[in-house]
């Protein structure tokens, strides 16, 4: 009886584990479920390796599944992840790859995800949704000291084409001209002291007229203000004479064509009394007593009498 029991019991336990185990290999209730994503990487993912942990701000939310390169870009590595069901992967969310330490373990680390970025979803171009992806560390690293190591390549490269044996020649040469030069301007010491000298005492002239020439081109701008004043005045009084001398000339106009027929009659009748004038100037040398007696009657000429007797 004893050993019945206990062998259901056995069996009975037995069952539950079987169950519980297959429960859980089924998804059981506390079980972590976990989402595919997708990252595209533009270097290398040495030290990378499939379980590798997937980092977000430093805490742990899922794993790297798969590693592949893209058959389309073998310059390209293609990055399976698993990630918890809940993690909040946006779509300005960003992968890094980097290293754990000084033992060289590499992970991924995710960060980015503002709080108004949407979720990030699959497109139609790929199955799983892909996250954005930036150089680590040691890929912006290794292209800054590509860069640099360029840069001194070509100024290796030109201070060898500076230091060549033609431009050490020249150099040579042009230090022996600098010392020649040298050598002169010792000689000449004095010359130079003396002409620096004279220069200064120019300069000095020069100054001093220059102060000079101060009231002077005062004087003189004053002058042409004055002239140009001037000039505004004739150019005035000018015009208001064009006008006087249009006035005065429409009235002559029409002062000549209203007198001058008035003037013709009485210079016709100057002319008659100038005649009168004339013939009675005459008449008083003739005989000065016409002015008190009148005129004589002019005298019958001969045959003139004898005719009018006749007449019946």
Do not use: C
Not at 48 to 59: C, F, T
Not at 75 to 86: D, H, Q, S
């Amino acid at each position: 009886m004893n050993y019945a029991f206990v062998g259901g019991f056995v069996l009975v336990l037995g069952a539950v584990l079987v169950a519980g185990v297959l429960w859980l290999a089924s998804g059981g209730a506390f079980q972590t479920k976990y989402d595919p994503y997708l990252a595209i990487m533009d270097e290398s993912v040495s030290g990378l390796n499939k379980n590798a942990p997937v980092k977000y701000n430093g805490v742990e939310v899922g794993k790297v599944r798969g590693i592949q390169l893209d058959t389309a870009n073998p310059n390209r590595v293609r990055l399976t992840f698993a990630i918890e069901r809940g993690t909040p992967i946006k779509e300005d969310t960003v992968a890094v790859l980097k290293t754990q330490g000084l033992t060289g373990i590499a992970y991924v680390e995710l960060a980015g995800g503002t709080r108004d970025s949407p979720p990030l979803r699959a497109t139609a171009e790929e199955e799983y949704p892909v996250i954005r992806t930036k150089p680590s560390l040691s890929a912006r690293l290794e292209n800054v000291l590509t860069t640099v190591l360029a840069k001194l390549d070509r100024t290796s490269s030109n201070i060898d084409a500076i230091l060549s044996d033609e431009n050490r020649i020249a150099f040579s040469n042009a230090l022996a001209d600098i010392a020649v030069v040298s050598h002169t301007f010792a000689a000449r010491k004095d010359t130079l002291d003396a002409g620096i000298t004279s220069a200064a005492r120019t300069f000095d002239n020069s100054a001093r007229v220059t102060a000079q020439l101060g009231p002077v081109i005062d004087r003189i701008g004053r002058s042409a203000d004055a002239v140009e004043k001037m000039g505004v005045e004739t150019a005035a009084a000018s015009q208001s004479a064009t006008k006087t001398i249009d006035a005065v000339g429409t009235d002559v106009q029409r002062l000549t064509a209203e007198t001058l027929p008035e003037l013709d009659r009485l210079l016709g009748e100057l002319n008659l009394l100038s005649a009168s004038l004339r013939r009675l100037s005459a008449q008083t040398e003739r005989s000065p007593n016409s002015l008190v007696f009148g005129r004589s009657p002019v005298p019958d000429g001969p045959g003139e009498s004898s005719m009018a007797t006749k007449q019946p």
